[in-house]
């Protein structure tokens, strides 16, 4: 069976917790931030987990994570 190439965009942006999740960070958070509340900007920081809907097409672009 060949190798399995990462997609190299995928590897940047989610990593893989010490449980098989998947994390990511969140959107919104490049500009027009005086727009946005100082709480909605402080929960923006914080990473959260993939979707479960996503996650099996994730795995394919990162198979080696």
Known sequence: MPKIKTN???AK???VTGS???KRNKAYKR???SSKGK???RNLR???LVAAA???NIRKLIPYK
């Open 31 to 33: 500009h027009i931030l």
């Open 54 to 56: 996503e996650v099996k």
């Open 46 to 48: 914080h990473g959260t």
């Open 39 to 41: 709480k909605r900007k």
């Open 20 to 22: 098989g999740k998947i």
């Open 13 to 15: 942006r989610f990593r």
């Open 8 to 10: 190299r965009s995928a």
